[in-house]
């Protein structure tokens, strides 16, 4: 069956940085387009970052871009999201996330990695 895993998540200081993967299996992975998504306490589930399936296209969120920087690597079937000058407001819980199409809905997500940045 199709996993994606991530990892990397943590605590930090605001200003900081940190990088998450996730490791996808069971799937084509270059087939797919891969993105991240992030959850706050009390908050409804956000799109972050988007990725397409060879990596030239992507998009971010108005709230990260400049800051976050999400990669993918096809050989190890892993995508990345470099995300720097983290601010507390990134603290959340991050998905990962594929989907067929670039601009379509996401078939599979994994199971979240936390990310708490102090002030």
């Known amino acids: 069956q199709v996993q994606l895993v991530e990892s990397g998540g943590g605590l930090v200081q605001a200003g900081g940085s940190l990088r998450l993967s996730c490791a996808a299996s069971?799937?084509?992975?270059?087939?797919?387009?891969m993105g991240w998504f992030r959850q706050a306490p009390g908050k409804e589930r956000e799109f972050v970052a988007r990725?397409?399936?060879?990596?030239?296209?992507?998009r971010y969120a108005d709230s990260v871009k400049g800051r976050f920087t999400i990669s993918r690597d096809n050989l190890k079937n892993t995508v990345y999201l470099q995300m720097d000058s983290l601010k507390p407001e990134d603290t959340a819980i991050y998905y990962c996330?594929?989907?067929?199409?670039?601009?379509?809905?996401?078939?599979?997500w994994g199971q979240g990695t936390q990310v708490t940045v102090s002030s």
């Open positions: 069971g799937l084509t992975f270059s087939n797919y387009a």
């Open positions: 990725i397409s399936w060879h990596g030239v296209n992507t």
């Open positions: 996330s594929a989907g067929e199409n670039y601009n379509g809905p996401n078939k599979y």
